[in-house]
């Protein structure tokens, strides 16, 4: 086991494109979480996996985000109509639990042109 | 609300010079906080926790309550210790949702 991967790395899209994003986790750890970072910002919480369930979501994830985790494992994050203000860097994140702190991937980079 | 404050966006020393990172946090409940690093071309990493009271390269961060800060420390800071440093609290509820600061950019000249 690697580590969290992130694919792919950069992804350059046409405003109004649908755009997929996948994350492989830690395999033994159950908690997943997508963050989203601009420039000169910290990462802000997108949403929150345990296993498969969804169990939270930001007010940031609009109606044309959507993530996945369908098996407890990988997970997808997809961004509809895409806009340019979608554009940064999404990172991915996995833990065991909630004390130890989390393991990021190396994130994918999204440009809106 | 439940805030992280990371007051300075660059700090550089010299090589040698004793390093302290700040962060403040607003949170009304028994905060866990992180200090994450992000070297050069790398990705984002866990530095330490301050429920493990660990030193971890050489750094160290107390949890004063009543300042309600968790300040980055260092006696003698080295060359590879540029970065950015990201203060994170996780607050209420049991998801481990991070709510992180803006970032310090510590920059050590030689």
Redesign the interface.
């Known amino acids: 086991d690697t580590g969290v991967s992130q694919d792919p790395r950069h992804k350059i899209t046409k405003r109004g494109q649908n755009v997929t994003f996948r994350c492989d986790p830690i395999s033994e750890h159950n908690r997943l979480y997508w963050y989203r970072q601009t420039l000169g910002q910290g990462p802000e919480f997108l949403t929150y996996f345990q296993n498969e369930a969804q169990l939270e979501k930001s007010r940031l994830l609009s109606d044309r985000f959507s993530a996945e985790r369908p098996k407890g494992s990988f997970s997808t994050l997809e961004i509809q109509r895409t806009e340019q203000g979608d554009s940064a860097m999404y990172l991915c994140a996995s833990s065991r639990d909630r004390a130890n702190g989390y393991t990021f991937g190396s994130g994918t980079r999204l440009t809106v042109v | 609300a439940q805030r992280?404050t990371q007051p300075e966006?660059l700090l550089s020393v010299f090589k040698g010079a004793p390093v302290e990172l700040k962060c403040n946090y607003s949170y009304s409940g028994s905060p866990?906080l992180?200090w994450?690093v992000q070297y050069s071309r790398q990705?984002?990493?866990?530095l330490l926790?301050h429920?493990s009271r660990e030193s971890i390269k050489g750094f160290t961060a107390d949890l004063n309550k009543g300042e309600t800060s968790f300040h980055l420390k260092k006696p003698f800071a080295q060359e590879e210790d540029s970065a950015m440093y990201?203060c994170?609290l996780?607050g209420s509820?049991?998801?481990?949702?991070?709510?992180?600061?803006?970032?310090t950019t510590l920059q050590v000249k030689p």
């Open positions: 992280v966006k866990e992180f994450y990705r984002l990493q866990l926790r429920i990201y994170a996780s509820g049991n998801t481990g949702k991070l709510i992180f600061g803006q970032g």
